[in-house]
């Protein structure tokens, strides 16, 4: 089915380190970007999100990058803690047929060690 | 921040009975839901598109009549797989939006379902 690729499935790092997981979309019309972060047997949970008229946003801890040009997302997430340690998806509101709907990135695993 | 809430979180049944899962959004009114399908280690596939008051939208490849959904309400949708078979266990996860399309969906914590 339809997806946003990511370039790395898993990504290990030091707690204390920054993460840095990235996306690339395909639509070049998709104007609205998330990330989502999933741990093992719940569902999705809201990081942050972005409009297609930005470049970059920050939240607590996290910042998301968008490049248009390249069509490439980042999460970049600073001193990374064990609490962590998740599936992150980056999600693309694309339009199809009248409806709005998420296309979800294949998923990274970051994996936070001591 | 907003919250769904889903149920049961998790179903065992017998092949050839139909399983009814709830979606309700707790906080705020949810004119648009979505059910999503999740495999072991895989994505979130959209499996079909809700808005209250009409009939659900399903992705290609999607059995509307395995897969009925309702959304009578702003604050429940339920997704009922219907004679389910082994091949349907899953994890099945629902999200809910607002009237504001380029806003999250707020998920809620899904349904492991097994069928035996």
């Known amino acids: 089915g339809e997806s946003v690729g990511l370039h790395l499935p898993t990504l290990s790092v030091q707690e204390g380190d920054n993460s840095i997981i990235n996306c690339a979309y395909s639509n070049s019309a998709s104007d609205y970007f998330i990330w989502y972060k999933q741990e093992s047997g719940k569902g999705p949970q809201f990081i942050i999100d972005?409009?297609?008229?930005?470049d970059k946003r920050q939240g607590q801890r996290v910042t998301v990058l968008l490049n248009k040009t390249v069509k490439h997302l980042s999460l970049q997430i600073a001193a990374t803690q064990p609490g962590d340690s998740a599936v992150y998806f980056c999600?693309?509101?694309?339009?199809?047929?009248?409806?709005?709907?998420?296309?979800f990135g294949a998923g990274t695993r970051l994996a936070v060690h001591p | 921040g907003a919250v769904v809430s889903q149920h049961p979180s998790w179903v065992i049944c017998k092949s050839g009975t139909s399983v009814k899962i709830e979606c309700r959004s707790l906080d705020f009114q949810a004119t648009t839901m979505f059910w999503y399908r999740q495999f072991p280690k895989q994505s979130l596939m959209l499996m079909a598109t809700?808005?209250?008051?009409?009939?659900?939208?399903?992705e290609q490849g999607v059995e509307k009549d395995k897969f009925l959904i309702n959304h009578a309400s702003l604050t429940l949708s339920t997704l009922t797989v219907t004679s389910a078979h082994p091949e349907d266990s899953s994890f099945y996860i629902c999200?809910?939006?607002?009237?504001?399309?380029?806003?999250?969906?707020?998920f809620g914590d899904g349904t492991r379902l097994s069928i035996l």
């Open positions: 999200s809910a939006r607002g009237i504001i399309v380029n806003q999250p969906q707020h």
């Open positions: 972005i409009r297609s008229n930005m």
């Open positions: 999600a693309e509101n694309r339009e199809s047929g009248g409806y709005n709907k998420l296309i």
């Open positions: 809700s808005n209250e008051g009409s009939k659900a939208t399903y």
